[in-house]
């Protein structure tokens, strides 16, 4: 894996590029006119995808097109009806693939990916059926597996359809709704400028941690860290209050020692440690339990599948299944392992 390298920390992408200059170089992303109109397509409008899209479309050229799919049809419904200009509903993925030049998807797990990307490139015809002729850019910034997004990477490029490239995000809702995440791709190096003015209009910062497959590698690595340090600073603060420690205290001493971490110093499980926290306000929105859950199990999938060792990773694995199940903590903002472990509240 090469060094990362932040491609960009862009303020606002289409003012930065002009059309012109994208349309010289090899690969046209945005138009500026009628006859040189670009088409894109957005599969997934959920939690995520949903507000991402609508930060696509509108920081797009008002000529261009969104084609946008969802099974749910209500999602796609209401994409329409709040953002009527430029947009289109496509009965299928495969009529996405067909008609737009870059599609990006945002599914819940690896085998809706595989699936979508089934039908997307399955008759492998797309340049000679589709609607443009243009070399197609695949975006997948669903969480999930490398192997299986390794092997869709594989099926696009054996085809000579498009180009695949893996970009996980992070930021959650509340980053895609202000457009503001962070991508972590995985991409040859020639697909990286297009990719990243792509995903710019979507986030605040794109990091190339290197070749396909490369985004979900750090991703998985950074959510496997995040999900063992909300366990240990769970734990940490539950054995401190247990022996009688003031929670506030016991806090601003770890976050200026070496056990400070962002689930000590941002997102601390202990209820009234710091003000508008999800745990100050009943463990409700964050990032949600079976999130973390789902990532850390595609960490350790991952790793054992690479013969790679992990000394915590399955017995973290199996609480976070416990805490998921439980009737107090479902749904709720991962920091509640601590009211599992039994924490005072
Ligand atoms: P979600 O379940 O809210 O949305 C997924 C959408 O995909 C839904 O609208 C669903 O109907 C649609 N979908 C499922 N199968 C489909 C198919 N075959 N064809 C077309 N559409 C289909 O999930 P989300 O929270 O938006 O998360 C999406 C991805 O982003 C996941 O991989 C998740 O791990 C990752 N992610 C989520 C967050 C977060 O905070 N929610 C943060 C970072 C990354």
Not at 121 to 150: N, Y
Not at 162 to 172: L, R, Y
Request: a positive charge; charged letters at 20%.
């Amino acid at each position: 894996m090469s060094t990362m390298r932040v491609v960009s920390a862009m303020v606002s992408p289409l003012r930065r590029i002009s059309p012109v200059a994208v349309r010289q170089g090899s690969k046209r992303c945005f138009s500026s006119s009628q006859n040189l109109q670009a088409t894109w397509g957005f599969i997934g409008l959920g939690r995520m995808g949903f507000p991402m899209a609508r930060n696509l479309r509108a920081k797009l050229p008002a000529e261009d097109v969104l084609f946008v799919q969802d099974v749910n049809t209500a999602a796609s419904k209401k994409f329409l009806e709040e953002n009527p200009e430029g947009v289109r509903i496509a009965s299928t993925v495969r009529e996405v693939a067909e008609k737009s030049e870059n599609i990006i998807t945002v599914l819940p797990e690896p085998h809706h990916v595989a699936g979508v990307y089934k039908q997307m490139l399955e008759p492998p015809s797309l340049l000679k059926d589709g609607f443009s002729a243009k070399e197609r850019l695949f975006i997948d910034c669903s969480t999930i597996d490398p192997m299986t997004s390794q092997s869709v990477a594989s099926a696009a490029h054996a085809s000579g359809q498009g180009k695949f490239i893996d970009a996980p995000m992070s930021g959650g809702v509340v980053g895609a709704q202000a457009g503001t995440l962070t991508f972590m791709i995985g991409a040859a190096p020639e697909i990286v400028e297009r990719a990243t003015k792509i995903l710019s209009l979507m986030g605040k910062r794109v990091l190339h941690l290197g070749e396909q497959g490369a985004g979900l590698h750090g991703k998985l690595a950074n959510n496997y860290l995040l999900a063992l340090n909300n366990i240990a600073t769970a734990e940490a603060m539950n054995m401190g209050i247990q022996w009688g420690l003031d929670p506030k205290a016991l806090a601003n001493m770890i976050n200026i020692s070496t056990g400070k971490c962002w689930p000590s110093e941002v997102n601390n499980p202990v209820p009234g440690v710091i003000e508008g926290s999800p745990s100050s306000r009943g463990y409700e929105g964050g990032f949600g339990i079976g999130l973390a859950a789902k990532d850390l199990k595609l960490a350790v999938k991952a790793a054992k599948e690479s013969n790679i060792r992990l000394a915590l990773g399955d017995t973290a694995k199996a609480f976070y299944e416990e805490v998921e199940a439980a009737e107090n903590c479902k749904g709720r903002d991962f920091s509640v392992v601590y009211r599992h472990l039994g924490g005072k509240e």
